[in-house]
C-alpha cells in the first residue's frame, strides 16, 4: 500500500530526499512557479513555515511549468528567485509535473487520495496539500486559497 511515505523526490540542490524523512510532521505540499500571478504567495508560505516550523509543520515547494510555462527556469533559476525574491527557506523540489503522464507519482498519490473538482487534475499554480503527522492527505486547497488562510487548518493538526 502506498503512502506519503514511500515517495521520494530529487531535491533543487540534486539529492535525492525520502519523504520518509518528514514522518511526524504535519506536511504542505505546494506546486510553485516564479511567473505567475500567484507568484507572491511565496510570501505568506515562507510566513506559515516561520510561523510553525519549530512546532512541526514542513512546506514542501514542487516547481512545476505545465502551466503557461510560468516556471522556465532551471534549478539555479528556481533557488535564486525563491531566495532573492521572497527569503524562501522551506524545502524546494526539482521541476516536476502534477498532471498527466508525466506528473511525478507524489502528485499521482495526493490527486487519487484527495480527488479535486471538477476532475482530479491540479488547477494551476500554487494548489495545496495538507497532510497530517502521520501522512495521511487530510485537505486539498484551491491555488487561490492565500497561505494565510490555512492557519486554523494547521493549528488543529499541529496539536
Not at 515517495?7 to 512557479?33: C, D, H, P, R, W
Not at 528556481?78 to 527569503?87: A, D, F, V
Request: charged share 25%; glycine share 8%.
Amino acid at each position: 500500500m502506498n503512502t506519503f511515505y514511500n515517495f521520494t523526490a530529487t531535491s533543487l540542490q540534486g539529492k535525492e530526499i525520502n519523504m520518509s524523512a518528514y514522518q511526524g510532521k504535519v506536511v504542505l505540499v505546494v506546486n510553485t512557479a516564479s511567473k505567475c500571478g500567484l507568484t507572491p504567495q511565496y510570501e505568506g508560505l515562507e510566513k506559515l513555515y516561520e510561523q510553525f516550523k519549530d512546532k512541526g509543520l514542513v512546506l514542501l515547494g514542487f516547481p512545476c511549468n505545465q502551466f503557461a510555462n510560468q516556471e522556465p527556469g532551471n534549478a539555479k533559476d528556481i533557488s535564486e528567485g525563491c531566495l532573492i525574491n521572497y527569503g524562501v527557506t522551506f524545502p524546494m523540489f526539482a521541476k516536476i509535473d502534477v498532471n498527466r503522464y508525466g506528473a511525478h507519482p507524489i502528485y499521482k498519490y495526493l490527486k487519487k487520495e484527495l480527488p479535486g473538482f471538477p476532475g482530479n487534475e491540479i488547477k494551476w499554480n500554487f494548489g495545496k496539500f495538507l497532510l497530517d503527522r502521520e501522512g495521511n492527505p487530510v485537505k486539498r486547497f484551491s491555488p487561490l486559497i492565500k497561505p494565510e488562510k490555512l492557519v486554523s487548518a494547521i493549528e488543529k493538526l499541529l496539536k
